[in-house]
């Protein structure tokens, strides 16, 4: 299933700086008998979201009309705990195309590059450098430019560069998922197949 392709992304940013924030608290486990990738948007956080009779609580940052964006800041060690890929799914389906963390969970990760969702891990210091700008100014911009693989503050310039497999990128890049990957390479995979002796 291709998703929007991802070049540079200019946002302001949704601020989370909680540690160790687990997929069960992304998208609790009640949430997870849909087999298809919408709708989980609606439950991302859920319990921090709401109370128990549905009402929103105010204090949650998803609540406060003074974020948005398209980018979500998280604590470090995001994504923890179980490897569920409603997680990744729920992230997208809400709107955000890229988190920033300063580190995270492996398969939290690799589950957000497979669906659109680009992990852009920072070092702590430029991490705590993102939440106090946030805090200065809630709409201030971060931009990501995934061709370069840097992560710019555009009030100061500031900046950092960013890891991503080579394979990966180009997928993001392309809008490709791993399916759309390889029936690109159709026609190559046909030619090679042909050359084989029967």
Known sequence: MAYDKFN?????AVPLPIENVD????????F????KREGFGDNLFRDWRYNGD?????????????????ILVGGKNFGSGSS????????????FRAVVSSFFADIFKGNCLNIG???????PEFAETIFKAIEA???????INLPAQTITLLATGQK?????????????????????????????VVEFANKLPY
Request: hydrophobic share 35%.
């Open 8 to 12: 540079i992304l200019t946002s302001s």
């Open 23 to 30: 997929t069960d608290q992304i998208i609790p486990a009640r």
């Open 32 to 35: 997870l008998k849909a087999t």
């Open 54 to 70: 549905n009402s929103p609580k105010a204090d949650f940052v998803l609540n406060d009309g003074t974020y948005s964006g398209k």
């Open 84 to 95: 569920r890929e409603h997680a990744a799914w729920a992230v997208y389906d809400y709107g």
């Open 117 to 123: 969702v680009l992990p852009v891990q920072v070092s």
């Open 137 to 143: 100014d809630p709409k201030t911009e971060l931009e």
């Open 160 to 188: 950092e560069s960013f890891d991503i497999s080579g394979y990966k990128k180009d997928n993001m890049i392309n809008g490709f998922d791993d399916i759309d990957y390889l029936q690109n390479m159709k026609s190559e």
